[in-house]
T-cell receptor
Framework: DSGVTQTPKHLITATGQRVTLRCSPR?????VYWYQQSLDQGLQFLIH???????AKGNILERFSAQQFPDLHSELNLSSLELGDSALYFC????????????FGQGTRLTVV | EDQVTQSPEALRLQEGESSSLNCSYT??????LFWYRQDPGKGPEFLFT???AGEEKEKERLKATLTKKESFLHITAPKPEDSATYLC????????????FGKGTKLTVNP
């Protein structure tokens, strides 16, 4: 158990809908990262928050947004969902904002039908 | 563009048959190279971080090494429980703290 908690574990929704994925980082970790993993693309970086502030963005679609709250948990919001958004979404956390390993949660499997 | 390429894509070994996985990278400046293990349907599990060429780290049957262009994950006398996908990732200097991942090597160890 990495100490990073993601909910829900599975999510099935229809195209055009909006969902929210939640991540609780390890105790004491200030950084939260979101990654998307699909079969053909591998793990792709979406966004990084450090202590409530956005630090970096990857190839995150405009339909996707995230935030980190004062208690350091983070939410990833996905809207106007398309079939191609079906993937595993992982959250990772680390202590500092650089040079430390990131620990991953178990992921949320999103299926868009 | 920063790139990470892992080979082979898949590897089948007999129990006890040692081998190596390769991770080659092209980055503007390497801050760190990370190895993770991922079991099906699970999140990546951290194994090693390497920071400079010549560095080596070991954990049980695994040993990771780093050169200026690539990293190797050596697996000595593997057991069936070592079966997993092994992911390599790099963190780039001067940029964000994101990890750029390779697509992984799926290792199967047969008893």
């Amino acid at each position: 158990d990495s100490g990073v908690t993601q909910t829900p574990k599975h999510l099935i929704t229809a195209t055009g809908q909006r969902v929210t994925l939640r991540c609780s980082p390890r105790s004491g970790d200030l950084s939260v990262y979101w990654y998307q993993q699909s079969l053909d693309q591998g793990l792709q970086f979406l966004i990084h928050y450090y202590n409530g502030e956005e630090r970096a963005k990857g190839n995150i679609l405009e339909r996707f947004s995230a935030q980190q709250f004062p208690d350091l948990h983070s939410e990833l919001n996905l809207s106007s969902l398309e079939l191609g958004d079906s993937a595993l979404y992982f959250c990772a956390s680390s202590v500092y904002d650089r040079d430390t390993e990131a620990f991953f949660g178990q992921g949320t499997r999103l299926t868009v039908v | 563009e920063d790139q990470v390429t892992q080979s082979p894509e898949a590897l089948r070994l007999q129990e006890g048959e040692s081998s190596s996985l390769n991770c080659s990278y092209t980055v503007s400046g390497l801050r760190g190279l990370f190895w993770y293990r991922q079991d099906p349907g699970k999140g990546p599990e951290f194994l090693f971080t390497l920071y400079s060429a010549g560095e080596e780290k070991e954990k049980e049957r695994l040993k990771a090494t780093l050169t200026k262009k690539e990293s190797f994950l050596h697996i000595t006398a593997p057991k069936p429980e070592d079966s997993a996908t092994y992911l390599c990732a790099v963190q780039v200097q001067g940029g964000s703290e994101k990890l750029v991942f390779g697509k992984g090597t799926k290792l199967t160890v047969n008893p």
